[in-house]
């Protein structure tokens, strides 16, 4: 893939219609009949409707197929707190992510509010617009809270993807992982470099999956998060190891994977030549992993290695996740995205790329071939079985867990309207590249 440049990247925001989304209607305006339909006086009959039964907004309205995602821009991807407005071409990223991968429509919504308090009660108060919130580039512990309390607030599903994103993702990574490893997911020992948002996050979805909280070892900018810190956080006390070690070189030793979230080149080659036999580590650090790709693959022959960049095997990449999770939460009108629902992405992520790869993924990659092993443990972004695979286990999950308020009955018609979402936008989706 060609380098990125500024000029590049201006220029792409920049030409032609500014920004990088639009609103377009979808219904007939060419009469006015029309648009008496479309607004006064026609418009009159769905408001009443739908205020005598709240539910009818979804079959008026565009609601159930609108994700708000809101930002108050203090941790912007590797930008850190730029504020508000800045983090605006972000968002509006996201949101063309959501339309061209799961034909989910989006309004970005930037908020100048740092206060957890008054943020929560903005989002609350322009809830009932959407069907649903993710949250986005909130920092760390503030963005717990605010998902935590909207979550109890609010019916509809609220999803921070920074936190869960990379969860999610990087669990289906790991489930794989361990098969070509042959490893048991409740024997093996985890350091877990970053205590932030995503690091948290992983740490508990990895316990849902069978790992032992007692095996996972945190390291922050400070040291191994161990019972002698007295400046820890309730997120980070979660996650205190009772083993008597106080720097990631000594967490490192011997472990079988490395989960780095932080900065890069903190990891030495002599750390991870200190790492337990076919060891997995996970350098998501961005642009430049924990460690490069190449000191990486010069340390160790039986190792296994993820990061989170397209130039290098094994991305672990947010857009595998939201949009189609979005997707199948929406598609049954889900009250929330609960542990079931991102359990079920996790398993169908990985269950997806051990099926044979089609040719237009490969084309679309520029290679001859892709099979489940230790450089391909995670299906690629282009791949277009993602949404009819994840979008229907959430979607599933959603139900047997009882949070789902509008039941799918026909899964073969269900799977096959995803195809037809996918198909109106297969052109655009082509031609992106580079996730």
């Not at 991807?77 to 959501?98: R, S």
């Not at 990087?170 to 985890?190: F, M, P, Q, V, Y």
């Not at 036999?277 to 160790?300: G, H, L, Q, W, Y």
């Amino acid at each position: 893939m060609p380098k990125v440049t500024q000029e590049d990247a201006l220029l792409y925001h920049s030409r032609g219609r500014h920004g990088k989304i639009e609103v377009i209607p979808t219904k007939p305006y060419g009469t006015q009949f029309d648009l008496s339909l479309a607004y006064t006086p026609g418009v009159a009959f769905p408001c009443l409707e739908i205020q005598k039964r709240a539910e009818d907004v979804y079959q008026y309205t565009a609601k159930g197929n609108l994700v708000a995602v809101i930002s108050n821009g203090t941790a912007v991807l590797g930008l850190g707190d730029i504020g508000a407005m800045a983090g605006k071409p972000v968002m509006e990223g996201k949101g063309l992510l959501f339309k061209v991968f799961a034909d989910v429509d989006v309004f970005d919504i930037e908020i100048d509010e740092k206060d957890p308090d008054k943020l929560i009660e903005i989002c609350a108060k322009i809830a009932p617009t959407f069907g649903g919130i993710n949250l986005e580039d909130i920092k760390a512990p503030e963005c717990f809270e605010v998902e935590t309390r909207l979550k109890n607030m609010l019916d509809i599903p609220v999803f921070h993807d920074d936190q869960h994103g990379t969860a999610i993702i990087s669990g289906a990574g790991l489930l794989n992982a361990l098969e070509i490893t042959g490893k048991k997911i409740d024997e093996i020992r985890l350091v877990v470099c970053g205590a932030g948002a995503a690091a948290i996050s992983c740490s508990r979805l990895y316990v849902s999956m069978g790992v032992k909280k007692e095996n996972i070892v945190m390291v922050d900018s400070k040291g191994v998060i161990n019972r002698k810190r007295n400046d820890l956080n309730k997120y980070k006390q979660e996650f205190i190891t009772g083993r008597d070690l106080n720097t990631m070189t000594e967490a490192v030793k011997g472990a079988d994977l490395f989960l780095g979230l932080s900065t890069a080149n903190i990891m030495s080659k002599e750390m991870l030549a200190s790492m337990a036999k076919n060891p997995v580590v996970f350098a998501m650090a961005n642009p430049n992993p924990e460690i490069s790709f190449e000191d990486a693959m010069s340390t160790r022959d039986d190792l296994i290695f993820a990061t989170g960049r397209s130039d290098y095997p094994n991305q672990i990449n947010n857009v595998l996740g939201f949009p189609f999770i979005f997707r199948g939460a929406l598609d049954v009108k889900a009250s929330t995205i609960n542990e079931e629902m991102k359990l079920a992405a996790s398993k169908a992520l990985s269950e997806l790329t051990k099926e044979p790869v089609p040719e237009s993924v490969l084309k679309a990659y520029d290679v001859d071939k892709l099979e489940f092993g230790k450089e391909y443990i995670i299906p690629k972004p282009l791949d277009p079985r993602l949404i009819s695979y994840v979008a229907s286990a959430v979607a599933k999950a959603a139900m047997e867990s009882g949070v789902a308020k509008h039941p799918i009955t026909d899964w073969d018609k269900y799977r096959e309207s995803l195809d037809q979402r996918l198909s109106q936008h297969i052109k655009r989706i082509s031609e992106i590249s580079g996730f």
